[in-house]
């Protein structure tokens, strides 16, 4: 397995089969992801275009099977101050539960520490208990919700 970045050529070249990766693992959560291929299409577009360093794609055989989308200059306009934002987070159905996530998740932080980021912030579905489970053990506290969405943070020590 390898996780890296893209490069824009890469990037539209592999939107198809990102977009597929992305409707399948929010299958079993409608309520959270987009369902609709242009739609997904356009959101992928606007993550991958907000930072494009951030954008860490994991690939088995060549083939894409998850990727994780943050953007490291956020303005987080409760806390007031620039954040590190994990937006999107997703692994193929198929090769869940392998640590695929797990890898990906650490590379994510690792860049966004990297710049210079100590508060690291995301949202996640109120039905979403895996993904919660996951970012909890790491180190996230809930902040507050947002509709059907909890604000989760973490705050770094400052180097
Ligand atoms: C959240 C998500 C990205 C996690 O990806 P993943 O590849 O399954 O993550 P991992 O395998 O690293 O970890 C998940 C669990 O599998 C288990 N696991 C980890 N490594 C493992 C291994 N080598 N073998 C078997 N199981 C393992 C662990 O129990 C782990 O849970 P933990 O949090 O207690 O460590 C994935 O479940 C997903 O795409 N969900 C749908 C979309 C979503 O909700 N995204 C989050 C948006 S906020």
Redesign the pocket.
């Known amino acids: 397995m390898e996780i890296r970045t893209l490069k824009e050529e890469e990037f539209s070249k592999l939107l198809s089969k990102l977009c597929s990766i992305y409707m399948e693992?929010?299958k079993e959560?409608p309520n959270?992801?987009y369902q609709n291929k242009s739609e997904t299409k356009r959101y992928l577009k606007w993550l991958y275009g907000g930072d494009p360093e951030g954008f860490l794609v994991a690939f088995k055989d060549s083939e894409p099977i998850?990727f994780i989308s943050c953007h490291s200059n956020w303005w987080d306009s409760k806390l007031e101050k620039v954040v590190g934002e994990i937006h999107?987070?997703?692994?193929s159905p198929s090769?869940?539960?392998?640590?695929?996530?797990?890898?990906l998740f650490e590379e994510s932080i690792k860049y966004l520490r990297n710049k210079g980021r100590n508060t690291v912030g995301?949202?996640?579905?109120e039905e979403?208990d895996?993904?919660r489970?996951?970012y909890e053990?790491r180190g996230f506290r809930y902040a507050g919700n947002w509709g059907k969405w909890r604000r989760m943070i973490k705050e770094y020590e400052i180097d």
């Open positions: 693992a929010y959560l959270y992801g998850g999107e987070f997703v692994v090769f869940q539960g392998k640590g695929i996530g797990s890898k995301l949202w996640v579905g979403s895996k993904a489970r996951f053990k």
